[in-house]
T-cell receptor
Framework: GENVEQHPSTLSVQEGDSAVIKCTYS??????FPWYKQELGKRPQLIID?????GEKKDQRIAVTLNKTAKHFSLHITETQPEDSAVYFC???????????FGKGTRLHILP | DAGVTQSPTHLIKTRGQQVTLRCSPK?????VSWYQQALGQGPQFIFQ???????QRGNFPDRFSGHQFPNYSSELNVNALLLGDSALYLC?????????????FGEGSRLTVL
């Protein structure tokens, strides 16, 4: 079955700097890659997703890139703000069966 | 529009007992997925229900079972509880259109097994 690896497990960046979180997946049939943000004590919420027919997608300060050949995808957050502090999860899925498999998460700390 | 609701929010059980967790999906959604999230870990897929049947299952033992009702709400049952079953159990709903899409999560049920 699908396996999603995520790194780093913890990331600290200065406010205003950029943060990058990287994930790899094992199943070449996966073609949907969402990213979820989970603030302390709250539910995970989707922040951006990408399908395998595109290599990059951007939404304001957040962007995701996908390299299907290498089975890598990454989350980029620019101009980080205190409210970006949270745990971020990458995930992968196949359209066919809709099961979404998550990575272990990256705890992002934005330093003042 | 109510989002995904789960009950109970917290519960404490002892080893060997059984527990039932409940989930009502977001209005308009017909698919319910259950995840187990241990402290400091990512959500682990337990199973997914669509049209009242288990459509997909993760690597969880048969002690974990579920049900989906005609109104799309769902239950997760865990028998013979172990200490290692202590976790946050998240329910997520989505549209079972055949194409993977956004999961809407509930706040979770935090289970402590003593």
């Amino acid at each position: 079955g699908e396996n999603v690896e995520q790194h780093p497990s913890t990331l600290s960046v200065q406010e205003g700097d950029s943060a990058v979180i990287k994930c790899t997946y094992s199943d070449s049939a996966s073609n949907y890659f969402p990213w979820y943000k989970q603030e302390l004590g709250k539910r995970p919420q989707l922040i951006i997703d990408i399908r395998s027919n595109v290599g990059e997608k951007k939404d304001q300060r957040i962007a995701v890139t996908l390299n299907k050949t290498a089975k890598h995808f990454s989350l980029h957050i620019t101009e980080t703000q205190p409210e970006d502090s949270a745990v971020y999860f990458c995930a992968a899925s196949q359209n066919r069966d809709d099961k979404i498999i998550f990575g272990k998460g990256t705890r992002l700390h934005i330093l003042p | 529009d109510a989002g995904v609701t789960q009950s109970p929010t917290h519960l404490i059980k002892t080893r060997g007992q059984q527990v039932t967790l409940r989930c009502s999906p977001k209005s308009g959604h017909d698919t319910v997925s259950w995840y187990q999230q241990a402290l400091g870990q990512g959500p682990q897929f337990i199973f997914q229900y669509y049209e009242e049947e288990e459509r997909q299952r993760g690597n969880f033992p048969d002690r974990f079972s579920g049900h989906q009702f005609p109104n799309y709400s769902s239950e997760l049952n865990v028998n013979a509880l172990l200490l290692g079953d202590s976790a946050l159990y998240l329910c997520a709903s989505s549209l079972g259109s055949g194409e993977a899409g956004e999961l809407f999560f509930g706040e979770g049920s935090r289970l402590t097994v003593l």
